[in-house]
């Protein structure tokens, strides 16, 4: 089992930067493809990322490709997401979550999940 703890939300404006970071418990952080979604208001949760156990094989949206960049840093039991040019779209309740397997693609299907982060992006 892991947690998953998401920080480094807030407010941005159109066109700035804001990174997140997904703290994970445990020792077997390095054994699950994690990834990142988002939720806004009266949306369902969509994917944005993934990434797998050991860095290789990144997936994005087609929304984000370009502008945001997923990480992580298995030594440190972590997963970032660098936003970049970020847009008023963005705006939303950023999560992460895990999941044991190989595969890296764009499902919702995740074992785990962090409480989410406000992403919020002024125009």
């Known amino acids: 089992q892991v947690q998953l703890v998401e920080s480094g939300g807030g407010l941005a404006q159109a066109g700035g930067s804001l990174r997140l970071s997904c703290a994970a418990s445990g020792r077997t952080f390095s054994s699950y493809t994690m990834g990142w979604f988002r939720q806004a208001p009266g949306k369902e949760r969509e994917f944005v990322a993934a990434i797998g156990r050991i860095g290789y094989g990144i997936v994005y949206t087609d929304s984000v490709k370009g502008r945001f960049t997923v990480s992580r840093d298995n030594a440190r039991n972590t997963l970032y997401l660098q936003m970049n040019s970020l847009k008023p779209e963005d705006t939303a309740v950023y999560y992460c979550?895990?999941?044991?397997?190989?595969?890296?693609?764009?499902?919702?299907?995740?074992?785990?999940w962090g409480q989410g982060t406000q992403v919020t992006v002024s125009s």
């Open positions: 979550a895990a999941r044991q397997t190989i595969v890296i693609d764009t499902s919702t299907k995740y074992d785990y």
